[in-house]
């Protein structure tokens, strides 16, 4: 399933939905429908919200997967809407947290070199990552402001996954347990700001610390499954396009370090909550730092559009103002 957190043009409250065809089925309008039509409230006390919905996981998904085969399409005017028409936000607008790794090796050897540094390799025996900002998430369509004191503004080309019921000290065998779903992200960097820090070896801060986008959905992990090889990877062609022309083309399976390694990773000795952000890192030519200004016509610049999309996880697209 594909779900949805978004407003309605008419409606500012925030609502939680899951994609049919051309259309998004409202949940809690769909089980209120169900309740009064046909007297099953079955669905009733679904959370009305992606975020609460994670805390339980599991046996929300399920009833979810029941709904989606329970109501009458020929109605679907009366609980859903035209997804042209909404508001689209990120699936969790704020996170309890967002650890972003650094887990595409083509990414890491290429910017490392552009500082004249040789790949380390303590970076093949584990996954890293920091802590970006979860209260400066973007949704599909949303635009993002211009930040002060940068002339170097970046994309990157990344996936995410998003945590359900959570866990502690987990190992990777069963890590997979806990991915809700999967979702693209577009990692915004200000590239002079975050060459000015990282010297100081602590890692990117203000120079990631205004923006990331996610969406347009949350996929669940069955809806890809399939596009998993005999290696194990997940095989999803990954695009950036800038104002319409293509600058960038990757693979998922490039992934050096996969979701579940890192979610070992990130829960040892704490505890990943439902909701979490878990980003890749950027995929290899994902960004203009490694593509280089003088070959994609610059850095990015107000009025700017760009177009992220990835095989079955869809396409967000984010304007610069």
Same mark, same amino acid.
């Given at each position: 399933?594909?779900?949805?957190?978004?407003?309605?043009?008419?409606?500012?409250?925030?609502?939680?939905?899951?994609?049919?065809?051309?259309?998004?089925?409202?949940?809690?309008?769909?089980?209120?429908?169900?309740?009064?039509?046909?007297?099953?409230?079955?669905?009733? $006390?679904?959370? !009305?919200? +992606?975020?609460?919905? /994670? =805390?339980?996981?599991?046996?929300?998904? *399920?009833?979810?997967?029941? &709904?989606?085969?329970?109501?009458?399409?020929?109605?679907?005017?009366?609980?859903?809407?035209?997804?042209?028409?909404?508001?689209?936000?990120?699936?969790?607008?704020?996170?309890?947290?967002?650890?972003?790794?650094?887990?595409?090796?083509?990414?890491?050897?290429?910017?490392?070199?552009?500082?004249?540094?040789?790949?380390?390799?303590?970076?093949?025996?584990?996954?890293?990552?920091?802590?970006?900002?979860?209260?400066?998430?973007?949704?599909?369509?949303?635009?993002?402001?211009?930040? $002060?004191?940068? !002339?170097? +503004?970046?994309?990157? /080309? =990344?996936?995410?996954?998003?945590?359900? *019921?959570?866990?502690?000290? &987990?190992?990777?065998?069963?890590?997979?347990?806990?991915?809700?779903?999967?979702?693209?992200?577009?990692?915004?960097?200000?590239?002079?700001?975050?060459?000015?820090?990282?010297?100081?070896?602590?890692?990117?801060?203000?120079?990631?610390?205004?923006?990331?986008?996610?969406?347009?959905?949350?996929?669940?992990?069955?809806?890809?499954?399939?596009?998993?090889?005999?290696?194990?990877?997940?095989?999803?062609?990954?695009?950036?396009?800038?104002?319409?022309?293509?600058?960038?083309?990757? $693979?998922?399976?490039?992934?050096?370090?996969?979701?579940?390694?890192?979610?070992?990773?990130?829960?040892?000795?704490?505890?990943?909550?439902?909701?979490?952000?878990?980003?890749?890192?950027?995929?290899?030519?994902?960004?203009?730092?490694?593509?280089?200004?003088?070959?994609?016509?610059?850095?990015?610049?107000?009025?700017?559009?760009?177009?992220?999309?990835?095989?079955?996880?869809?396409?967000?697209?984010?304007?610069?103002?």
């Amino acid at each position: 399933m594909k779900f949805v957190t978004f407003k309605t043009q008419e409606a500012k409250e925030t609502r939680f939905g899951f994609k049919s065809s051309e259309r998004i089925i409202d949940i809690g309008l769909v089980a209120k429908w169900l309740h009064e039509k046909n007297n099953d409230d079955r669905f009733i $006390n679904i959370p !009305t919200s +992606l975020h609460r919905a /994670l =805390e339980n996981w599991d046996e929300n998904f *399920n009833l979810l997967k029941i &709904l989606e085969c329970s109501y009458l399409k020929e109605d679907q005017n009366s609980y859903s809407f035209k997804e042209s028409e909404l508001i689209i936000l990120p699936p969790i607008i704020n996170p309890p947290a967002f650890r972003d790794f650094y887990a595409f090796e083509q990414h890491v050897k290429a910017a490392r070199k552009l500082r004249n540094l040789e790949m380390h390799p303590d970076w093949y025996k584990i996954p890293i990552f920091y802590f970006s900002n979860p209260n400066c998430c973007f949704g599909h369509g949303e635009n993002i402001p211009y930040p $002060n004191n940068t !002339t170097e +503004l970046d994309f990157e /080309l =990344e996936f995410a996954v998003i945590i359900g *019921n959570g866990g502690s000290n &987990l190992r990777s065998n069963e890590a997979g347990k806990v991915i809700a779903g999967y979702t693209i992200l577009n990692d915004w960097s200000s590239r002079n700001l975050q060459r000015d820090e990282m010297p100081m070896s602590l890692g990117p801060a203000k120079g990631k610390d205004f923006a990331s986008s996610f969406g347009p959905y949350m996929v669940t992990p069955d809806e890809i499954e399939s596009a998993r090889k005999k290696d194990g990877k997940l095989h999803l062609q990954m695009t950036c396009h800038v104002n319409g022309e293509k600058i960038s083309d990757g $693979n998922t399976n490039d992934l050096y370090h996969s979701f579940e390694t890192m979610i070992e990773r990130a829960s040892m000795n704490t505890k990943l909550m439902p909701g979490e952000y878990i980003g890749s890192g950027t995929v290899g030519t994902g960004c203009i730092l490694e593509l280089r200004p003088e070959n994609t016509g610059g850095w990015l610049n107000k009025g700017d559009v760009v177009t992220l999309e990835i095989e079955r996880l869809g396409i967000l697209e984010n304007k610069i103002v």
